[in-house]
Every structure is written in C-alpha cells, then in structure tokens.
C-alpha cells in the first residue's frame, strides 16, 4: 500500500496538516484535500480565499471553488456564490447530488440555502476597509467608476497599494492528493481577482482550466490570471502532456510555455502545482521566487519548496 502525500499551494500551509491526517487514517484523497481547503477557506488572514475574501467591484464577495477525482473524473464546482464561506464544500455537493458540474451564482446560493449550509457575512471589516479604500464609498460610484474595471483588472498584477501591505489582491487555494488506494484529487477555492466584474468567473470552477485531475497521469491545479488557464485550459494541458510521456517538469514547462502564445493586455502571473500519477510532487511559477508546499504521511510538518521559475514573455 502507497503512502500517501498531499501539495498544496503556499497558502496550503495552515491546512495541509489536517489534509494529511485525513490519508494517515486511510481516509481517502478527496476527503482530505477537502479537510485542507475547507480550512484555508475560513482564515480570516487570507483575503484570497473563502472568509474575509476581498470583494468585487461592488463590494459583494464571490467564491469560486471545484473538486475533481481523479479515479471517475468526477468533479462538482460553484461560481459567484455570495454569503456562504464553504464553497469547496458546496462543490462537492454539486458532484454527489446533482446530474451537472458547475452551478453559478443565485443557483448556487440556492443550493447552499437548500442543503442547510451556514449563511455567513463573508466580507469582513477589514476586507470591506481595503475595497473603499481602493474603490470609493459605493455611494458616490458613478459611470466612471463602472469604465475604470479594466484598468483596475490590469492594476491589480502590481497595486502598490497592495505591495506596501505585503498583500496582492488575488490569489487561490489549490490541494492535490493522492491516498493509499493510489486514488489522486483535487480541490481549488478563491474569492477571485479582488474588484471583478460581477458574475466573473475564474479559472477555479472551470474544470481543465484551473483544476484537473485523473488517476491514470496525474492532477495539476493554477493561481493567477484565471482568463489566462481557461484560454489554454492550463489544469488539463499538464495532465494531458503527461499522458502523453512527458515527465511532471516537462509538461509543466511545456503548459506554461503555451501561455506565451496568449494576445491578452492584462497577462499576469501564472502558478501551476501538480502531481503525477505515482505521486511525486512538483510545481512551477512565471514569477520568481515562489514556492508551493508538500507534506507526506510520515513527515511531521509541511515542507515549503521552491517551484520552478518559467519565465513566459509579458508576463
Ligand atoms: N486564479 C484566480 C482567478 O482568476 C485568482 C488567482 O489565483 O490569483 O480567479
């Protein structure tokens, strides 16, 4: 029997742990990427995901979130669901008990209301402070406000507001694991590019764009630029270079490499953590210096690791 083993993005850290304990008792890697997002979704010190999330361009905090099990190719996700913290949870949801894959916006707030989940304010004081700080009162937006979206979207890759605080002002949660039945998942979570059009989706819910898995070669999951990984479908082009040959490293480089491709004004960061189908770790970034984390089930604490640098022109 394998052991199993958990990679996470470097948010991860707080939940890997819990993620781990959940294979340790031969629980299985669904349940535990789960376990591990469901408690990066309610810190309160992560504007990115989940709880105190920052908001849209009105005010409105939006969850994204998509599982995906590699055994089936299974997967459930929610997008723009307000005024509940467990989006991961809700995207489980949709994958047991309903014939369809992505539920957005009121439909999903329906379904948490139906399912008996906790209504939560998920916009917190401090996250509501940062978005009129940013952004204005609401009260006084007028039509400029409305035509600044694009140029805040661009902004956002380096807001220096944002760099003062040691914050950027988007970002993701992504678990894989694979458990001792050699069965992989994969689970992402995130209140999306603060300031968003409304009703935007990312890349998170969009199964192959920022969330694939599949037991026969492996699983990949993305942050950053959310319009980049659907454009290419990033998640599922790593899996797929995998299938045919290419080792984890390669099809990182070689997904990463096809972004370079994209005609797009607001090319950003792009970050890509994967697992291959034996359960070895690995994880890249456009950005220098960013690492991921990885935690097996006979290590005591996570382990942060440098992902490898792929440098993508205009990114
Ligand atoms: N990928 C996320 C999105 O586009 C944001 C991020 O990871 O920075 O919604």
Not at 43 to 49: A, E
Request: net charge negative.
């Amino acid at each position: 029997m394998d052991q199993g083993i958990v990679v996470a993005s470097a948010n991860g850290h707080i939940g890997l742990p819990a993620a781990v304990d959940v294979l340790r008792q031969s629980g299985s890697a669904l349940d535990a990427v789960i376990a591990g997002t469901r408690l990066v979704e309610a810190n309160p010190d992560d504007h990115t995901v989940g709880y105190s999330g920052l908001p849209n361009m009105l005010g409105d905090v939006e969850l994204d979130a998509s599982v995906m099990e590699g055994a089936g190719l299974k997967a459930g996700a929610v997008g723009a669901l307000q005024g509940y913290q467990d989006a991961v949870d809700l995207a489980r949801k949709v994958m047991e008990t309903l014939p369809h894959v992505l539920i957005a916006g009121d439909g999903s707030r329906q379904l948490a209301e139906e399912l008996g989940f906790e209504q939560r304010d998920i916009l917190t004081p401090e996250a509501e402070a940062i978005w009129k700080k940013r952004l204005g009162d609401p009260r006084d937006r007028d039509a400029s406000y409305m035509s600044r979206v694009s140029e805040l979207v661009a902004a956002n890759a380096s807001d220096a507001d944002f760099a003062s605080i040691g914050e950027i002002p988007h970002g993701t949660v992504n678990f894989i694991a694979r458990d001792r039945d050699g069965n992989i998942a994969s689970a992402v979570s995130t209140s999306g590019w603060a300031w968003k059009y409304p009703g935007r989706l990312g890349d998170s819910p969009i199964i192959g764009a920022g969330n694939y898995a599949d037991n026969r070669w492996g699983a990949a999951a993305c942050t950053g630029r959310g319009e980049m990984a659907q454009r290419c479908l990033t998640a599922h082009s790593v899996v797929t270079f995998m299938r045919f040959g290419m080792s984890l490293e390669a099809a990182l480089e070689q997904a990463m490499n096809d972004l370079a491709h994209l005609d797009d004004p607001y090319k950003s960061e792009m970050n890509i953590v994967a697992l291959d189908k034996d359960g070895n770790p690995g994880a890249a970034s456009t950005a220098v210096g960013k690492t991921y984390v990885v935690m097996r089930e006979d290590m005591d604490e996570p382990e942060e690791r440098q992902r490898m640098h792929i440098s993508v022109p205009g990114t």
